[in-house]
Antibody
Framework: EVQLVQSGTEVKKPGESLKISCKTS????????IGWVRQLPGKGLEWMGI????????SYSPSFEGQVTISVDRSIGTAYLQWNSLRASDTAKYYC????????????WGQGTVVVVSS | EIVMTQSPGTLSVSPGERATLSCRAS??????VAWYQQRPGQAPRPLIY???TRATGIPARFSGSGSGTDFTLTISSLQSEDFAVYYC?????????FGQGTKLEIK
C-alpha cells in the first residue's frame, strides 16, 4: 500500500528555520516525483515545487523560488521541505504528494503538515 | 504560467440534482486537466485526470469533459458526501497550477 506520512504540526517564531518531512512507503521511491503544495488558511492550493528522487532534479514555482528548499533522503524514502527564515505569511498547511511521471497527475497525497509562525 | 479560473465560486445544489462545475484556462491547453475533491480537514482526493478519466474507485456519477480552454466536472446525482470544495488542476507544463476552487454546498 502506497503511503505518504508527513511530520506533525509545527509552531515556530518568525526568523526561525524549519524542515518538515514526508515519509513514503509501499513503492519505489526513486521512480516517482514528489511535490509540495501549500494551502493558506481558508484558501486554495498552490504548487511550491517538485523533485525527482533518483537524480534530485528539482523545479520550483516562481513564487517559491529562493524561499524554500526541497530535498530527499533516498536511503529512507523521505522528502523534505525546508525554510531558512520563516515569516508569519508561511502559516499554512503543507501537503506532499506523489506524481507517477511527466504527463501524469498526482495520485497520492500526504495528510498535510500544519505550520504556524507567530511571535 | 497558465491561470485556471473556476466558476462559480460557490454552487448551491439540492441532493439528487446535477452539479456542473467549470474551469477556464488562460490559454488553449492540452487535455492534462485533473479534478480534486477536498472535504474539510482532509487532503485533496483525486477524481478525474486527462480531462475525463475517473481515478481508481471514483463513482460513475463523476464525469469530466472539455477541450481548448474550457473544462467541466459534472456530478450527475449529488450525494451527501459530495458537498465539498473542488479544484481543477493543469499539469502539462511547469509550473503546474490549480484553480481557486468551487465550494459545492447543500441548497
Amino acid at each position: 500500500e502506497v503511503q505518504l506520512v508527513q511530520s506533525g504540526t509545527e509552531v515556530k517564531k518568525p526568523g526561525e528555520s524549519l524542515k518538515i518531512s514526508c515519509k513514503t512507503s509501499g513503492y519505489n521511491f526513486d521512480m516517482f516525483w514528489i511535490g509540495w503544495v501549500r494551502q493558506l488558511p481558508g484558501k486554495g492550493l498552490e504548487w511550491m515545487g517538485i523533485i525527482y528522487p533518483e537524480d534530485s532534479d528539482t523545479s520550483y514555482s516562481p513564487s517559491f523560488e529562493g524561499q524554500v528548499t526541497i530535498s530527499v533522503d533516498r536511503s529512507i524514502g523521505t522528502a523534505y521541505l525546508q525554510w531558512n527564515s520563516l515569516r508569519a505569511s508561511d502559516t499554512a498547511k503543507y501537503y506532499c504528494l506523489r506524481r507517477p511521471g511527466k504527463g501524469s497527475t498526482v495520485d497520492y497525497w500526504g495528510q498535510g503538515t500544519v505550520v504556524v509562525v507567530s511571535s | 504560467e497558465i491561470v485556471m479560473t473556476q466558476s462559480p465560486g460557490t454552487l448551491s445544489v439540492s441532493p439528487g440534482e446535477r452539479a456542473t462545475l467549470s474551469c477556464r484556462a488562460s490559454e488553449t491547453i492540452s487535455s492534462k486537466v485533473a479534478w480534486y475533491q477536498q472535504r474539510p480537514g482532509q487532503a485533496p482526493r483525486p477524481l478525474i485526470y486527462n480531462t475525463s478519466t475517473r481515478a481508481t474507485g471514483i463513482p460513475a456519477r463523476f464525469s469530466g469533459s472539455g477541450s481548448g480552454t474550457d473544462f467541466t466536472l459534472t456530478i450527475s446525482s449529488l450525494q451527501s458526501e459530495d458537498f465539498a470544495v473542488y479544484y481543477c488542476h493543469y499539469y502539462k507544463t511547469w509550473p503546474y497550477t490549480f484553480g481557486q476552487g468551487t465550494k459545492l454546498e447543500i441548497k
